[in-house]
């Protein structure tokens, strides 16, 4: 019985989970795919949706702590990923990752200190577009000092792609182990991640000044030391995902544009929630591969057009469709205002 | 009736000296004057009440306290030091204070880490220790939980504890916000509107932890009412404010007997 009212409460959310499992499933059913092909798409989804999810949890974190919409935070990646790469040529990896880390944690530093504290009470839009501000500078700094080439990071992880479950498909499945390596360094981020929120007295902290500003300040929690900590660990989220994508891709600065990706995805995520960032990033990223491959491919027939170019809107498609019967996302907060 | 004059008695022995002092405090927001040449003081171990009716200026006149606003003029003193401005959170750590007239807890968390977070001032480990709960940090927490336990036992909600403060009754919520207020182990003690909202047992229950808290931990007290008749029992001696002035100050008895104080409450224009 509960279940059954949760369900009729839930419905929009079950019914874009039905939408979706039927959108998965309609290429298999209509025969027009073999399941290993199919599953091998399925992958590719959802590692391109675990680094959308990355970028938006950065997006999350930072929105709950201080209510700011961080625009730079795809530039945050792009950074971090490029002061790795070109340190990296003059030193270990790891040793560059360390200072690129430094790097982002005195960024948010500067940020609180030029950004945020002078704009502290002034309207969201205000704080919106001084993001955007920081996100130009950001590709600005970055090109200045280190160049605007496509360069490489390598994790040293395996890149040949091995071929799984012969016994079971045709010609089995096309799997790269870089691609598990990674989803497992993001699956131990988040775990750290839920670590430091739920059990140090700095995560409740932080989960206090998210929940009101005022009561948290009135308890002795200093505003502006938390701000430099959540855009610290924000800047550290990017320096992952930056690590991730450049080993995978190369760095370039076409990452910065990740951040276009990012933004519905925690729009249907909910925007305050971490679970439904990465709900809300693998959703995005299996839902456009799939719709380029197998939607692009129906239109194609039946249209008897290119079909290309799915993935570019699909995500702002989806997210705009769920956001008319669900305005607060996936996990968001509801508002209800009285009048 | 001796008895009763005892106690009257070593209450006033208990009441120290000035603990905080408004001088000549005023504060305007543009053109509107919310407050205009407050003085008062507490005292050590006091109850001080300040009661007014809506819209006199009682919470402008916590949150003046409390650093959240800035007086255009005047001064405060808190143990002596005397300052202008100074931020909620250094007030906190000079030690007061304050719970909320609208409830302003940590909503999504639960009754124990809201409690939990108004400890947050006293701990001192490093973040890496406190993530793997190891030596000094499991021991903080561990010292620090207790204290917390006999704050929720005081006020009665061992059973919540666990529970969403978002998913609690509303006068329960109150006494969450009065026991983070408590975690902090104030010298003062700031409450804007305790009993709003609250049935008649909810508002007796709540009287009770205030008059335990002021007994038991020595806690000076300052507390808003709008409502006269519950905070006349409890408090040493009462402000009473309108449309920003301080129109009455004494004891109980005197400002209820205080023309000024009656006309402001009934709203009549005294005319002879």
């Known amino acids: 019985m509960r279940i059954e009212a949760r369900l009729r409460r839930q419905w929009p959310v079950v019914a874009l989970g039905t939408l979706l499992l039927a959108g998965l499933a309609a290429p298999l059913l209509g025969g027009m795919t073999s399941p290993g092909f199919f599953l091998e798409v399925l992958l590719g989804g959802l590692m391109a949706g675990v680094l959308y999810a990355l970028v938006a949890l950065g997006f999350v974190l930072i929105y709950k702590a201080s209510g700011v919409f961080n625009f730079a935070q795809g530039a945050m990646v792009l950074f971090a990923a490029l002061a790795t790469a070109r340190l990296a040529e003059h030193m270990p990896l790891a040793l560059a990752a360390a200072l690129a880390l430094v790097m982002m944690v005195a960024l948010a530093w500067t940020i609180e200190r030029l950004v945020l504290r002078p704009l502290v009470n002034q309207s969201a839009v205000a704080l919106l577009m001084a993001t955007l501000g920081v996100s130009y500078f950001l590709e600005g700094l970055g090109q200045a000092m280190w160049g605007n080439d496509v360069y490489r990071i390598d994790l040293g992880l395996p890149k040949d792609p091995m071929i799984v479950g012969e016994k079971w498909f045709e010609g089995g499945i096309l799997l790269s182990p870089e691609d598990l390596v990674a989803a497992s360094i993001v699956a131990a981020l988040v775990l750290a991640l839920w670590l430091f929120f739920q059990r140090t007295s700095t995560g409740r902290a932080l989960r206090a000044v998210a929940d009101d500003h005022l009561a948290a300040q009135s308890i002795g929690i200093p505003l502006n030391r938390i701000w430099v900590i959540v855009w610290s660990v924000a800047g550290f989220v990017a320096l992952v995902a930056g690590l991730v994508w450049g080993s995978k891709l190369g760095v370039q600065f076409s990452l910065a544009q990740v951040a276009l990706k990012a933004l519905p995805v925690a729009i249907l995520g909910g925007l305050t929630s971490v679970p439904g960032a990465i709900l809300g990033g693998l959703i995005i990223g299996v839902g456009e591969k799939f719709a380029e491959v197998f939607l692009g491919q129906a239109m194609a027939h039946w249209l008897q057009i290119e079909g290309g170019g799915i993935e570019t809107w699909f995500a702002y498609v989806l997210v705009l469709a769920f956001l008319l019967v669900r305005p607060e996302g996936l996990f968001g907060e509801r508002h209800i205002d009285r009048v | ?272």
Do not use: W
Request: glycine share 8%.
């Open chain 2, 1 to 272: 009736m001796n008895a009763a004059d005892s106690a009257v008695a070593q209450r006033a022995a208990r009441i120290g000296a000035p603990l905080l002092v408004v001088e000549r405090a005023s504060l305007a927001f543009g053109g509107v004057q919310a407050l205009k040449d407050i003085s008062f003081d507490v005292r050590e171990h006091e109850i001080r009440a300040i009661i007014g009716p809506n819209g006199a200026g009682k919470s402008s006149l916590l949150n003046l306290i409390n650093g959240v606003y800035t007086p255009s003029d005047g001064t405060i003193a808190f143990d002596g030091i005397v300052r202008r401005s100074m931020r909620p959170h250094e007030a906190a750590r000079l030690g007061i204070a304050r719970t909320f007239q609208s409830l302003a807890l940590f909503k999504g968390m639960s009754v124990l880490d809201n409690i939990m977070a108004g400890r947050a001032l006293r701990m001192h480990c490093g973040l890496l220790a406190q993530a793997l709960h190891v030596g000094p940090a499991a021991r903080e927490e561990v010292v620090h939980r207790r204290f917390v336990e006999r704050i929720i036992d005081f006020l009665e909600i061992q059973p919540y504890r666990r529970q969403r403060v978002g998913s609690l009754a509303y006068g329960l919520q109150k006494r969450v916000d009065l026991g983070r207020a408590l975690a902090l182990e104030p010298r003062l003690l700031l409450l804007d509107e305790p009993m709003a909202g609250m049935n008649l047992e909810e508002k007796q229950d709540m009287c009770r932890f205030i008059l335990d808290v002021n007994e038991e931990f020595g806690t000076t007290i300052v507390l808003i009412e709008h409502d006269m008749g519950v905070v006349m029992d409890i408090c040493d001696r009462v402000v009473v404010l309108d449309h920003g002035r301080k129109i009455g100050d004494g004891t109980p008895d005197e400002v209820r007997a205080s023309r000024a104080v009656i006309d402001a409450y009934l709203g009549i224009a005294h005319a002879h």
